[in-house]
């Protein structure tokens, strides 16, 4: 238990959906299942907070992901793809993701990062040093080995990949 909780811990969960999205694909050629993460991540404590950060990025399939992240209890924050004169693409939630995260400094015992974004490590200390526990979920292969290192506990999604991906066989079973 975290010093600052009594009773049962209040958790908020902080999803980089973008980080998660090119980890699956790229370890396993499989979508997220996020509905699953948000359980892992919360573990029967009080969830006050799910946020996922997402970009939208106008593809055919992106309103129904979207709607299914909120039915799975996220509130979606979105910004648009950034596209350069160059052609290159951008299109991440690191600053936002840690104002957020600042802010619910006092309303919560622990905060879980789900994404292995070494980018965070700043962050995570921070909130360690305000009383805050930081809890990390990713999939192992593709996280900061140091973001798992300043992590109080990091929860590695590969122990169990059937269980947090989307398979087009699991997505044809559950239709």
Do not use: C
């Amino acid at each position: 238990m975290s010093p600052k909780s009594t009773n049962i811990q209040k958790v908020a969960v902080l999803v980089d959906a973008q980080n998660m999205y090119h980890s699956a694909k790229n370890l396993y050629h499989a979508k997220v299942n996020f509905r699953e993460i948000l359980k892992a991540a919360v573990d029967g404590r009080n969830l006050l907070k799910a946020i996922v950060y997402v970009i939208k990025s106008d593809v055919p399939e992106e309103a129904s992901f979207f709607q299914a992240l909120e039915r799975a209890g996220f509130y979606l924050k979105m910004k648009d793809l950034q596209v350069f004169a160059g052609g290159m693409k951008k299109g991440d939630w690191d600053v936002g993701m840690a104002v957020d995260a600042i802010s619910l400094i006092d309303k919560v015992d622990v905060i879980v990062l789900v994404g292995g974004d070494g980018d965070a490590i700043p962050l995570v200390e921070y909130l360690k040093n305000h009383g805050v526990t930081v809890e990390v979920v990713a999939f192992g292969r593709s996280a900061s080995s140091k973001l798992i290192t300043a992590a109080e506990r990091f929860f590695d999604l590969e122990d169990d990949p059937k269980k947090f991906l989307l398979t087009k066989e699991s997505r044809r079973l559950k239709n």
